[in-house]
């Protein structure tokens, strides 16, 4: 079964304009939330991650959210720019194991 | 700038022949998970070994599939009698310390299956 849940599958975004990724996970055992960066032909590589210790994180254009009574988190990317089109995963993980969301492709139009 | 090396990149393979996919994790990490994408999907973890011992293989399918991660020398992912439906991409990651993220993700290997 799919642990967590990622929406939208896909998003379009105007260049300066923010994009919104969602994530809901079922283990409330899960103490490590990361979201990763794809792009095509590469492997996905870390973006930023949260602890539920606290309820946002920032880092440059990136920032995420995360709302434990819900079991949601998301990613907000400000000021969205081309070499941000990629695809995005949330993942979460309460040990070695990595539970991933199907993604979201961000599309990012000039 | 030694990151997750994975080779080979690109793999094809006949229905029945075996697949070897390579992996050399973060120099100094001894800790290594592969993982297997497929099409429109996440990424579903398979098995997690250390140095000569595996230590989870609960995503491994029951047949066909080993892995190995030898003292000396790359982990290594086998598939044997490969079938259409293990075309996929697959990764292999590496920690420093067990439990401690991040996991840091190789480029993969896409394999397919004529």
């Known amino acids: 079964q799919q642990q967590v849940k990622q929406s939208p599958q896909s998003l379009i975004v105007q260049k300066g304009g923010i994009s919104i990724i969602n994530c809901a996970y079922e283990n409330t055992a899960f103490d490590y939330f990361p979201w990763y960066q794809q792009f095509p032909g590469k492997g996905p590589a870390l973006l930023i991650a949260?602890?539920?210790?606290?309820s946002e994180k920032k880092e440059g254009r990136f920032t995420i959210s995360f709302n434990k009574s819900a079991k949601q988190f998301s990613l907000h990317i400000m000021d969205s720019q081309p070499g941000d089109s990629a695809t995005y995963f949330c993942a979460a993980s309460n040990d070695y194991k990595l539970s991933f969301g199907a993604g979201t492709t961000v599309t990012v139009r000039a | 700038n030694a990151g997750v090396m994975q080779n080979p990149r690109h793999l094809v393979r006949r229905r029945g022949q075996e697949a070897r996919l390579r992996c050399s994790p973060v120099k100094g990490h001894s800790h290594v998970y592969w993982y297997r994408q497929l099409p429109e999907e996440g990424l579903k973890f398979m098995v997690y070994?250390?140095?000569?011992?595996?230590?989870?293989e609960s995503g491994m399918p029951k047949e066909r599939f080993s892995a190995e991660f030898p003292k000396e020398g790359p982990s290594i992912l086998r598939i044997q009698q490969v079938v259409r439906g293990d075309s996929a991409a697959y990764f292999c990651?590496?920690?420093?310390?067990?439990?401690?993220?991040?996991?840091?993700f190789g480029d993969g290997t896409r394999l397919s299956i004529l």
């Open positions: 990651a590496s920690s420093l310390e067990q439990g401690t993220q991040p996991q840091h």
């Open positions: 949260i602890r539920p210790d606290v």
């Open positions: 070994l250390q140095k000569e011992n595996i230590i989870d």
